[in-house]
């Protein structure tokens, strides 16, 4: 039997970042109609090209990790040049690969544009059988996250995993492909769910409603969670907790270099200081100033910080 203080279940990709220079004037960036030109058949200098690990499980699971946790990764690698990156960034960073499942074939990848502070992403997600099991593992949190295609089976051993081990607390952040196949098909962890994370956007969509964020968290916390978290860029993060207390905290004004990552940062801060068994505003604080660390610097892992810092901040 593996015992861990927290795991992380999602994808495992290579992000490539591709930084323009910020005043080249031959790109426009419209944010009002969120419209990214690029011109066609030039050549573009960039200001960085990296290639950096990522997805939301790595993210986060690095980020528990920084902040003390033994924290194991449950995802589907494969066996090309990429994945031993990746397997190498994360023994470097100390997460356990035990559940990791490797097979032949091609990485997945998402490519980050980035100008002006603002990101695009393009992504990409191989084929995987997601061959996760459960039943010998002991964890005090789960954290749920984006699979990519045939997923539905993992959420569902999930589901019956937490149902049957009331001492494990699941968070869980849906992830893209998760919507895009229907608010439906991940609803029944809802009730499961401790904490659940969503943007704005996010939540407006399981609700299948626009509404006000502090009306979107009653909706939300009414399907089943005890904690729901909506976070919303700029505009800061709101929390709605288990006596239905609702609490705002504001984005902290920093330079923003590059974006990919915040969501991931601010799950990881949020959960430490919740295994912490810290008051729901410090986790949010905690949550806050991880994203806004993320944010300064290249990538969804460079910024992350350590325990130490957490508690400093």
């Known amino acids: 039997m593996s015992t861990f203080d927290c795991i992380t279940v999602g994808n495992a990709v290579i992000d490539a970042f591709l930084t323009f220079q910020d005043n080249d004037h031959t790109i426009k960036l419209n944010k009002q109609e969120r419209l990214l030109s690029i011109p066609y058949g030039q050549k573009i200098p960039l200001s960085s090209c990296e290639f950096l690990v990522g997805g939301n499980a790595c993210n986060v699971g690095v980020g528990?990790?920084?902040?003390?946790?033994?924290?194991?990764?449950?995802?589907?690698?494969?066996?090309?040049?990429?994945?031993?990156?990746?397997?190498?960034?994360?023994?470097?960073?100390?997460?356990?690969?035990?559940?990791?499942?490797?097979?032949?074939?091609?990485?997945?990848?998402?490519?980050?544009?980035?100008?002006?502070?603002?990101?695009t992403l393009f992504v990409e997600h191989q084929e995987r059988s997601?061959?996760?099991?459960?039943?010998?593992?002991?964890?005090?949190?789960?954290?749920?996250?984006?699979?990519?295609?045939?997923?539905?089976?993992?959420?569902?051993?999930?589901?019956?995993?937490?149902?049957?081990?009331?001492?494990?607390?699941?968070?869980?952040?849906?992830?893209?492909?998760?919507?895009?196949?229907?608010?439906?098909?991940?609803?029944?962890l809802l009730p499961l769910t401790s904490v659940l994370f969503v943007n704005k956007e996010e939540a407006e969509k399981i609700v299948n409603t626009k509404a006000d964020t502090k009306e979107l968290l009653q909706h939300l916390k009414d399907k089943g969670p005890r904690i729901v978290v909506i976070t919303d860029g700029e505009k800061g993060s709101y929390c709605i907790d288990e006596r239905g207390s609702i609490l705002y905290r504001e984005a902290l004004k920093v330079q923003s270099i590059e974006r990919t990552g915040a969501g991931d940062a601010y799950a990881a801060g949020f959960l430490a200081a919740y295994l912490k068994k810290r008051p729901i505003a410090d986790c949010m604080d905690w949550g806050t100033h991880n994203a806004a660390s993320v944010i300064g610097k290249i990538g969804s892992q460079k910024g992350l910080l350590t325990l130490d810092e957490l508690e400093q901040r």
């Open 64 to 119: 528990l990790k920084r902040a003390g946790f033994h924290t194991a990764l449950v995802a589907e690698l494969a066996s090309d040049e990429f994945s031993e990156k990746i397997v190498n960034g994360l023994k470097s960073e100390e997460v356990d690969l035990s559940r990791v499942v490797r097979h032949n074939g091609q990485s997945s990848f998402s490519i980050a544009i980035n100008f002006q502070g603002e990101r």
């Open 130 to 188: 997601h061959p996760f099991f459960f039943d010998d593992i002991k964890t005090h949190l789960i954290y749920l996250t984006s699979l990519g295609h045939t997923w539905t089976h993992v959420y569902e051993r999930i589901a019956h995993y937490v149902a049957r081990e009331h001492e494990t607390i699941l968070a869980f952040n849906p992830g893209s492909l998760q919507f895009m196949d229907g608010v439906g098909t991940f609803s029944f």
